[in-house]
């Protein structure tokens, strides 16, 4: 407090030496603070003489015990050779067969959450496994299906067929055989060009002379191998290197099904396993297309017409128990869809004027509807008079006439040996009036 006392008289001394004008009161004034500044600085010398000069020291960390921590041998990091392997607790009773002991649980030696040096974490562990990249997986662009019902049983199946060998794009068409056209019924695929529906047309087969479920594998596309042209379900011509077919012919559908698969792969679809592999799932998709309902409602169903593949099929067999001759001649109308306008009721009412003069003019023969603007036509007359019968049909239309403006096709083929099935017979068929659509000409297979 005394200091405090020196520095207030010295203030003081200061303000009367200016008020009074003595200047021996300056003189005082600084003698006060010299004599605070000597307090100041002994008091600050005996507090530092207080201090002890002795510290004290921090008390010893306790030696961790290695075995209590479960390390029974530390070895250098480069001494450590493939094969070997650190011995860890228990692993000496488990060889011998003993059993651990669960009756009373053992004390630990260390306090519990104490942390453990970074050299014993090292030496405790045995090795450290390399680092495996992961292969970047196929990016899938186009999953799409022509209904709701087939996008929730056929992509999946679909999906899982491109991943098992390694495709590029996997999709199930749909043939419609006049005009030629294909309907993108499924479509997965690594491409963004590949058609996510709808349909497009084709001036030839994608396949011809097919046979239910056998796979066909083209090793090369492009010159001297599959024409790319054919690969109508990319919008852009895309350069794959192998494509493979196998047809579907599920049995209540009349129309043909094409499962086809192409990859990037110089040799990904040619070994036998793959085609195993596209045997079976192509079994596959023929039974949920004949299982599961995907097009039509129950209450249709019941008024669907009976599939043209068996009626081909019994008129064939009739035709050879009774070693009678018959002939299947389809017939298409040119200009059916300029003439029936935008209105299905006036496809309707053309058909109905198109079944009426065929029925008309097909003499000794069984009409039957076989697609849009198409007709069946199954002749038991003699092959010898097959030329004169079809030409017949094909005058009853002149391209000039007010209603069927545009004339017809007419492509026949004759019932032969070779025919071993209904498909074998309607392929010929058909492929006879691909070739009329094109030249204007009644064809007629040999």
């Not at 200016?18 to 008091?43: D, E, F, H, R, S």
């Not at 899938?140 to 991943?163: F, G, N, T």
């Amino acid at each position: 407090m005394l200091r405090v006392l020196f520095i207030i008289l010295a203030v003081v001394s200061i303000a009367l030496a200016i008020v009074l004008g003595q200047p021996m009161l300056y003189l005082l004034a600084l003698a006060l603070l010299i004599g605070a500044g000597l307090l100041v600085t002994m008091n600050m010398r005996r507090r530092h003489k207080d201090v002890p000069e002795t510290f004290m020291q921090a008390p010893e960390q306790p030696t961790e015990d290695l075995a209590a921590l479960g390390i029974l041998d530390i070895k250098p990091k480069g001494d450590v050779e493939e094969g070997d392997v650190e011995d860890t607790p228990g692993k000496d009773q488990e060889a011998a067969g003993a059993e651990p002991e669960t009756d009373t649980p053992t004390e630990p030696a260390s306090p519990p959450n104490r942390s453990v040096s970074p050299t014993a974490a090292q030496a405790h562990v045995a090795g450290v496994s390399k680092a495996r990249q992961r292969p970047a997986r196929a990016r899938i662009m186009v999953s799409e299906a022509a209904s709701e019902s087939k996008a929730d049983v056929l992509i999946p199946c679909l999906r899982s067929l491109r991943a098992s060998l390694d495709a590029y794009t996997v999709g199930l068409l749909r043939q419609e055989d006049v005009p030629l056209r294909y309907d993108i019924e499924v479509m997965v695929s690594q491409n963004s060009y590949a058609r996510s529906g709808g349909s497009y047309s084709a001036k030839e087969p994608m396949l011809s002379g097919h046979k239910a479920l056998v796979p066909v594998v083209y090793p090369r596309v492009g010159p001297n191998g599959f024409p790319k042209a054919k690969l109508g379900y990319y919008h852009e011509p895309i350069n794959v290197r192998q494509v493979a077919i196998v047809p579907v012919i599920p049995k209540r559908y009349d129309d043909l099904f094409l499962l086809v698969v192409d990859t990037m792969n110089e040799d990904g679809l040619e070994a036998a396993s793959v085609r195993v592999l596209l045997e079976q799932y192509a079994r596959l998709v023929t039974t949920i297309l004949d299982t599961v309902d995907t097009d039509i409602s129950s209450d249709e169903s019941i008024n669907t017409p009976r599939p043209r593949r068996e009626i081909i099929a019994d008129e064939m067999e009739q035709a050879r128990s009774l070693s009678h001759p018959l002939s299947l001649a389809l017939v298409y109308l040119n200009r059916g869809e300029a003439l029936s306008g935008d209105g299905s009721a006036d496809v309707d009412g053309l058909e109905d004027l198109f079944s009426k003069r065929l029925r008309s003019v097909a003499l000794d023969a069984r009409v039957e509807r076989f697609g849009e603007l198409t007709y069946g036509i199954f002749y038991h007359g003699a092959h010898d008079s097959l030329a004169d019968w079809a030409s017949g049909i094909k005058e009853a239309f002149p391209e000039h006439a007010q209603d069927f403006e545009g004339g017809v096709s007419v492509g026949v083929a004759p019932l032969l040996d070779r025919h071993d099935g209904a498909d074998s017979l309607r392929s010929e068929a058909t492929a006879a009036l691909q070739e009329s659509f094109q030249s204007g000409e009644c064809v007629i297979v040999g």
